[in-house]
Structure formats: structure tokens, C-alpha cells
């Protein structure tokens, strides 16, 4: 993602690590892991007042730290770059092929993440889907076909990940990709479709709610991500203003001819594992 913050792996490369010094290290330690770079959550059967003098007794004596670098200013992600890229890669550590496709979109706070993440459910959110669907059960070239959009704070993408069948082409399988995907630009979704997402989200946050673990993650991260301790209820409820034209209308706009894709393969002449080792 050239000019975004995710254009690098968050660790670095091994030139970055070996290049890094213990004071390096020391510094960005120093840097980022103060209080007021931290977000605490408590969830449970507690006393507000008896819990509050608990974590004064624990943590007042770390220091507050420096101020942290302000955010990066970054160009609306409308006017970023999008290519078409197409590689092949060897990976000796890969036990078979994986394929990724993906296309960059919107930020989290952005209008049209909301309807992406309909759009990627729809796509290869589960046995239902339609790129399961089309891919194994109705026409098998792949064991695996899952699709999602992920938002994060300054950008994201909707990708699709599928392992394909022994034999089947790399280009078998974008293709019937992208045949889906045009279909949907046709046609739309279906209500059945949004109603079946919907469906799924809701379980799922219950699911989550249903344990203290499962609570401070969602208040956690809906801090993190948009400074509101409730905003993974409200993406509940953005669903419901989603409609099938909406979906149409931002698979038309971001599933273009401008997308990523990755074919992840064994290393040739790599002897193969025996049945049941992981190497």
C-alpha cells in the first residue's frame, strides 16, 4: 500500500532487525509504551471507586513518558495508489499453494466500510457465500475460499484467500474470481444475502459479549479504532441501514482491474513432507 502506514511489516525486515541497536530498541520502548500511549479496560463484577484506587496504587508511579510523534498526514484514500500487480513467489517454508487477491479501499472511519464489509461477507464469508459456493461446491477448484474487508485506522483492503486444487491454474482461479465478482456489479446481492450477514455479525458480537474476555476486546479496539467504547455496537446497527444497492455500488467502485494478487508455492525442489509432519 504505497503511502499508507501498512506499507511495511510492523517488525521490520531482517536488514532492520539486524541493523538495530539495544538502544534503538531502548528508545522506542521509551517512546510508545507510556501510560498515556495505553488503553486500559476492566469489565466484571467490580466497585467503580475500589477498582479505580487499585490501579492508582499499581501504576502512578510510571512516569507519563514524552509526547508521542503526532499522526502521519496521509492523502484521502481515494487519491492513493492502485495498480495491477500479478507475482509468483516461492516460500520454503509453504506446504501448498495459497493465492491472495486483494484490493485497497477505505480507511475505518470512512462512509464505504461499512458496506465493504457487507460486500466481502457476502463474497466468502462462510459455507454460504458465493465464492465457496462457485469454487467447491459448485464447480471445485479450491479446498479453501474465504474473502473479508478489513478497515483499519488510515487504510484497508478486501482480499480474497483460497488454496487451490492440485492442478488448477493460478489464472483458473482469478478468473472465476473475478467472473463472481462482475456478477455481483450486475446483479447486486440479494436481500436473503444482507439478512444472512447480518445474522452472522450479530452472533458473532453476542458471542463475544457472552465472556468478560470477549467484552474488554470490543470496548478495547472500538477505542482503539474510533475513540467511542461503544462503536462495535454501532457498527451493529450501521448494518441495518446497508441495502443491496449499496453493496453493488461499492464493488463497482473498488473491485476494479487494479488489484493484487499473490501466488504463494512451495519451494521447487523441496522434498515433500510426509503425510502428518509439519515441517
Known amino acids: 500500500m504505497p503511502g499508507s502506514p501498512y506499507t511495511h511489516e510492523v517488525i521490520g525486515t531482517d536488514e532492520d532487525l539486524a541493523a538495530m541497536t539495544l538502544g534503538d530498541a531502548q528508545r522506542f520502548f521509551d517512546q510508545y509504551y507510556t501510560p498515556q500511549n495505553a488503553i486500559m479496560v476492566?469489565?466484571?463484577?467490580?466497585d467503580f471507586e475500589n477498582a479505580r484506587a487499585r490501579v492508582t496504587h499499581y501504576f502512578k508511579d510510571i512516569p507519563r513518558g514524552s509526547q508521542r510523534p503526532s499522526s502521519p498526514t496521509l492523502a484521502p484514500t481515494t487519491d492513493r495508489v492502485r495498480a495491477h500487480?500479478?507475482?509468483?513467489?516461492?516460500?520454503p517454508l509453504a506446504q501448498q499453494r495459497l493465492i491472495r487477491i486483494g484490493w485497497r479501499t477505505v480507511s475505518f472511519d470512512?462512509?464505504?466500510?461499512?458496506?465493504?464489509?457487507v460486500l466481502g461477507a457476502i463474497l466468502g464469508g462462510g459455507k454460504t457465500s458465493r465464492l465457496y459456493r462457485r469454487l467447491i461446491d459448485d464447480d471445485p477448484v479450491a479446498t479453501v475460499a474465504f474473502a473479508g474487508h478489513e478497515a483499519q485506522r488510515y487504510d484497508g483492503g478486501l482480499s480474497v484467500m483460497l488454496l487451490p486444487l492440485p492442478g488448477v491454474s493460478a489464472?483458473?482461479?482469478r478468473d472465476q474470481v473475478l467472473a463472481e465478482i462482475e456478477t455481483l456489479k450486475k446483479r447486486g446481492p440479494t436481500t436473503k444475502e444482507l439478512d444472512r450477514v447480518r445474522r452472522q455479525r450479530l452472533t458473532g458480537t453476542l458471542f463475544g459479549l457472552s465472556t468478560n474476555l470477549g467484552r474488554?476486546?470490543?470496548i478495547g479496539q472500538s477505542v482503539i479504532m474510533?475513540?467511542?467504547?461503544?462503536?462495535f455496537i454501532r457498527m451493529l446497527e450501521q448494518l441495518d441501514t446497508i441495502t443491496?444497492?449499496?453493496?453493488?455500488r461499492v464493488a463497482k467502485k473498488y473491485l476494479d482491474e487494479n488489484f493484487v494478487m499473490y501466488e504463494i508455492v512451495p519451494e521447487e525442489n523441496k522434498s515433500p513432507a510426509l503425510p502428518g509432519v509439519i515441517r
Request: hydrophobic letters at 40%; glycine letters at 8%.
Open 85 to 91: 500487480v500479478e507475482r509468483r513467489v516461492e516460500d
Open 171 to 173: 489464472e483458473v482461479i
Open 216 to 218: 474488554a476486546m470490543g
Open 110 to 117: 470512512e462512509k464505504d466500510r461499512a458496506a465493504l464489509d
Open 226 to 231: 474510533g475513540d467511542d467504547p461503544k462503536l
Open 42 to 46: 476492566l469489565v466484571g463484577d467490580l
Open 244 to 248: 443491496p444497492r449499496d453493496v453493488q
